[in-house]
């Protein structure tokens, strides 16, 4: 069973940084390497929203306007990893962060990890 497992978040003070990670078991690298891969946020009581993406082999990025210039989206194919590095983090960024691998009809979602932004 194809799994990716969230890493990373937790409690932090308003202008500060957490690095979130994705790590996928049970495919190989080169299969990783063919996904399109996303970070997913949903904060309590609001909808789901892609956060950022970056794609699956020119590694072309895109970010929410909310998280620009202020998030950045990476990953690592041989480690078969995902990351997310957050900067200036906002009270706003308050939420649960998932990764996501998409390709064609192949949706996987991680379970989720809380990110908290408060003083």
């Known amino acids: 069973q194809v799994q990716f497992v969230e890493s990373g978040g937790g409690l932090v003070q308003p202008g500060g940084s957490l690095r979130l990670s994705c790590v996928a078991s049970?495919?190989?690298?080169?299969?990783?390497?063919?996904?399109?891969m996303n970070w997913y946020r949903q904060a309590p009581g609001k909808e789901r929203e892609l956060v950022a993406s970056?794609?699956?082999?020119?590694?072309?990025?895109n970010y929410a306007d909310s998280v620009k210039g202020r998030f950045t989206i990476s990953r690592d194919n041989i480690k078969k990893t995902l990351y997310l590095q957050m900067n200036s983090l906002k009270s706003e960024d308050t939420a649960v962060y998932y990764c996501?691998?998409?390709?064609?009809?192949?949706?996987?979602w991680g379970q989720g990890i809380q990110v908290t932004v408060s003083s």
């Open positions: 970056i794609s699956s082999f020119d590694l072309v990025t």
């Open positions: 996501n691998a998409h390709r064609s009809l192949d949706d996987y």
């Open positions: 049970k495919l190989t690298f080169s299969t990783f390497s063919s996904y399109q």
